[in-house]
């Protein structure tokens, strides 16, 4: 289930870095919005562990967390590294 002040947030991130790519003039402090999107993942990653943990071992959980992740992104990051190394 995806919050709305969540996803706003990351909209509002997600245009400043935008912005600040398009006019880093006008507006310099992208770097800000990179560490609201370090924030919200963060959160994220501790409510998924907090909820996880309160059915089992806390070890299990992390590492069943951890394992999914790898399975998650590892395939897409081999093919991306493939495709650029042509």
């Not at 880093?24 to 959160?43: A, D, H, K, M, R």
Request: with cysteine; charged share 15%.
């Amino acid at each position: 289930m995806k919050r709305d002040d969540i996803q706003g947030l990351r909209t509002l991130a997600i245009l400043g870095v935008i912005l600040s790519h398009i006019w880093p003039n006008y507006f310099p402090n992208g770097g800000l919005c990179v560490e609201i999107f370090f924030v919200i993942s963060g959160y994220l990653i501790a409510k998924c562990l907090n909820k996880i943990g309160k059915e089992g071992n806390l070890f299990e959980t992390i590492l069943n967390f951890y394992k999914r992740r790898i399975q998650r992104i590892v395939p897409i990051y081999l093919i991306l590294i493939f495709v650029t190394a042509m």
